[in-house]
């Protein structure tokens, strides 16, 4: 994917490579560019509209969204519950329970 860079932003974390308001493709609408390394030195490059929020604060938001992603991966491989009975939020705890009663 091609980059347009519009304007950079000086990093506010010391894993944060790159932060800049870019361009991408045929697209004439600017999105924000964020590029960081974590802890086992693993390069992350993320898209996003947010530019109320700090560079901490979205690679924060990813690396939480991919616990729980991992969350739900083990439920659904251990727990077996691959289909949930009820819309209300009480029920689907009722369901995750009973599931984690019978494993």
């Given amino acids: ?6 304007e950079k932003y000086e990093p506010t974390h010391p894993s ?3 932060d800049a308001k870019v361009l ?11 590029e960081f390394v974590d802890e ?9 509209t947010r530019f109320d929020l700090t560079d901490q604060q979205v690679m924060d938001i990813y690396r939480n969204r991919w616990v729980i992603e991992l969350f739900f991966k ?5 727990l077996k519950l691959t289909k ?3 819309t209300k939020p009480q029920g689907i ?8 009663i019978a494993y």
Wanted: no cysteine; glycine share 2%.
């Fill in 1 to 6: 994917m091609r980059l347009y860079t519009l």
């Fill in 16 to 18: 944060v490579i790159q």
């Fill in 24 to 34: 991408y493709g045929i697209s004439n609408i600017p999105v924000r560019y964020i």
């Fill in 40 to 48: 086992k030195e693993r390069s992350y490059r993320i898209l996003t």
């Fill in 74 to 78: 083990w439920i659904k491989q251990h």
């Fill in 84 to 86: 949930i009975w009820s």
């Fill in 93 to 100: 705890w009722n369901q995750m329970y009973l599931a984690l």
